[in-house]
């Protein structure tokens, strides 16, 4: 199985912040990786596709980097409404597609 | 607009069963592959099962493998996970999602999730 290892785990971070998430896969995945945002007690966010693509409608200070086995997921400019957990996940292995554990980005 | 509507969980005893059921709509159902996904609670996403579009593909989590079912009903756009033999470890939030059509197949959709509580 391909593991995804996020870091940190969490942050704190203030309104204007920019923001850098990392994710690292066990073995190469190419660009085969998604990022989510899920805020509490809500489903899941779709973000961004093919490790830099940005979904339709998301704020274009989300943006995404990397190939092979590392990511990252940068906020360039932290908004209120940013914080939140956010998500990694492969989509190489079609056996598994395993997500990270998650990034908690908190207010300061 | 997409929707997905997840119904079924509730309080079950260890060893005991399920039916989730996922009601699609907005979108044509048969033509997209469907996804399982639970979040135990505080904890992070784990994916659970896929099937796709047709029913002729399908995957499980090696935690769920043989005890969990997932199915199709594409004439009744319905998306169902069968939960059997039910663990403390099963208590989770289950969401249905859908697979998007880009490279990666993201997640692209996601139902509001329904509770699952596995305990004596």
């Known amino acids: 199985d391909i593991q995804m290892t996020q870091s940190p785990s969490s942050l704190s971070a203030s309104v204007g912040d920019r923001v850098t998430i990392t994710c690292r896969a066990s073995q190469s995945i190419s660009i085969y990786l998604n990022w989510y945002q899920q805020k509490p007690g809500k489903a899941p966010k779709f973000l961004i596709y093919a490790a830099s693509s940005l979904q339709s409608g998301v704020p274009s200070r989300f943006s995404g980097s990397g190939s092979g086995t590392d990511f990252t997921l940068t906020i360039s400019s932290l908004q209120p409404e940013d914080f939140a957990t956010y998500y990694c996940?492969?989509?190489?292995?079609?056996?598994?597609?395993?997500f990270g554990q998650g990034t908690k980005v908190e207010i300061k | 607009e997409v929707q997905l509507v997840e119904s079924g969980g509730g309080l079950v005893q260890p060893g005991g069963s399920l039916r989730l059921s996922c009601a699609a709509s907005?979108?044509?159902?048969?033509?997209?592959?469907m996804n399982w996904v639970r979040q135990a609670p505080g904890k992070g996403l784990e994916w659970v099962s896929y099937?796709?579009?047709?029913?002729?593909?399908?995957y499980y989590a090696d935690s769920v493998k043989g005890r969990f079912t997932i199915s199709r009903d594409n004439a009744k756009n319905s998306l169902y996970l069968q939960m059997n033999s039910l663990r403390d470890e099963d208590t989770a939030v289950y969401y249905c999602?859908?697979?998007?059509?880009?490279?990666?197949?993201?997640?692209?959709?996601w139902g509001q999730g329904t509770l699952v509580t596995v305990s004596s």
């Open positions: 099937i796709s579009s047709s029913s002729s593909t399908i």
């Open positions: 999602a859908r697979t998007g059509t880009g490279v990666t197949v993201p997640l692209d959709y």
């Open positions: 996940q492969q989509s190489y292995s079609t056996l598994g597609r395993t």
């Open positions: 907005g979108f044509t159902f048969r033509s997209f592959s």
